[in-house]
């Protein structure tokens, strides 16, 4: 991992802001719309990190944003910005990018919108040999359980941020396969992902850096045995965002995780690969989970982690980096300087 800090830059800070109505506290369960964007807290945290050391412009990822980059040229882009609508809308902002050679944090739109379609990346991982669920891609309500695996999770093909994923996804039975896969075809307007639930423990690893030098932070185990008594044991946009708030922050992270070496040294070696395979860059964080014989699953990978700055807050990528005794500022300095030293920019 770099510790050299690169000289004053231009920077801007790609984001999409989630609007005011949309606050989790305020969320309507339905209107998961705009949870994958930051709040306008979180932004402001980012770019005063940032000021520390550079002059940076925010620039919202809206229809406007090509001129408004093209008239600041920044010298770097700070990417935290996931796009609205569709699989490719992580892919826009680097592709803009790439069309005006400015460089930026980040992988490349080819690999943002690869792990956005989760079947897609699991595929991808499955060939080089990844651990990672089996799975199906349903466009319509399936009428028997079929090759089904029960019990299943049903979930958005391209979504983020738990969106789409609630206590409800875990299904077992074919009425409620059926009923899931109508609510997503219906609220999110995309087919749906089956994949065969897998029973054991749940971990996020929050990785920092490119490699040779790329760094596993501490794992963290999601303990799902926290959350409320009846709640289905996934981490689900209800587990996310309505059961811990800030005010009562639920004790769902283990970090780091309370794991055997070689369990330790199987899951670090599968998020190398799957940081290389995919070709993440800088920085990145893989949810996975054992099945029931403890074998290590790939289940998503997050090329665009979110990151909360109040550590009241449950913020996987922070807690990880909190625990190797790396504050909020390190990780954006860190992604900052693994994006310079990337691209050539000293
Ligand atoms: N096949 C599966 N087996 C067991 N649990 C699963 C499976 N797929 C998803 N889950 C559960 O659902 C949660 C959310 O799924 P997933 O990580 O795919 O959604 P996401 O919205 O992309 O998450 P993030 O908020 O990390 O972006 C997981 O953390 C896990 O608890
Ligand atoms: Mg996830």
Redesign the pocket.
Known sequence: MTDRRPRKLKIALAHNVRPPENERTQAPLADDRFAEWDSPETIAAIARVLEDHHDVTPIELNAEAYENLRNLRPELVFNMAEGLEGPAREGILPSLLDLLHIPYTGPSATTLNLCLHKARANEVLAYHGIPVPQHRILTTVPASLDAFALPAVVKPLYE?S?KGVRDSSFVQSLAELQHEVQRILDTYHQPALVEPFLAGREF?VALLGNPPALEVLPIVEIRLDQLPETANPL?SYEAKWLWDVPEQPLPIFDCPARIEDSLRGRIEDICRRTFEILECADWCRI?MRLDQTGTPHV??V?PLPGILPNPAENSCFPKAARTKGLSFEEIVHRVVANACERHGIC
Request: net charge negative; no cysteine.
């Open positions: 983020g738990s996020t981490y949810d289940l998503e997050n």
